[in-house]
């Protein structure tokens, strides 16, 4: 089984970065995908980014690209979200998911078999 704890959330105004990191832990090795998703209160799930395990495929929603950027340190089974320029509409429990697959659809949180515990984003405007 794999473990996976989220945090960096916090309350920022809007313009300012936030940077998100989910720990891994148990069987780390059989990790390829990892992505983080979003959820406003009242609103579905939603995509945001995914990456693959050596990093050299990146997948990011309309809404965050150019302004957020995906990562991770497989030597310390870390990822990261790193959020510039944020809005009021980037306001949401944010949340890291994994799967041992390369999947063929890292936007969709169903592939996901691994979930944090999710991290609250709120940005004033």
């Known amino acids: 089984q794999v473990q996976l704890v989220d945090s960096g959330g916090g309350l920022v105004q809007a313009g300012d970065s936030l940077r998100l990191s989910c720990v891994a832990s148990?069987?780390?090795?059989?990790?390829?995908?990892m992505g983080w998703f979003r959820q406003a209160p009242g609103k579905a799930r939603e995509f945001v980014a995914a990456?693959?395990?050596?990093?050299?495929?990146?997948y990011y929603s309309d809404s965050v690209k150019g302004r957020f950027t995906i990562s991770r340190d497989n030597a310390k089974n870390t990822m990261y979200l790193q959020m510039d320029s944020l809005k009021p509409e980037d306001t949401a429990v944010y949340s890291c998911?994994?799967?041992?697959?390369?999947?063929?659809?890292?936007?969709?949180?169903?592939?996901?078999?691994?979930w944090g515990q999710g991290t609250q984003v709120t940005v004033s405007s």
């Open positions: 998911a994994a799967d041992r697959a390369v999947l063929t659809n890292p936007r969709s949180a169903d592939a996901y078999d691994y």
């Open positions: 148990g069987r780390t090795s059989i990790i390829d995908t």
């Open positions: 990456i693959m395990w050596n990093g050299a495929r990146t």
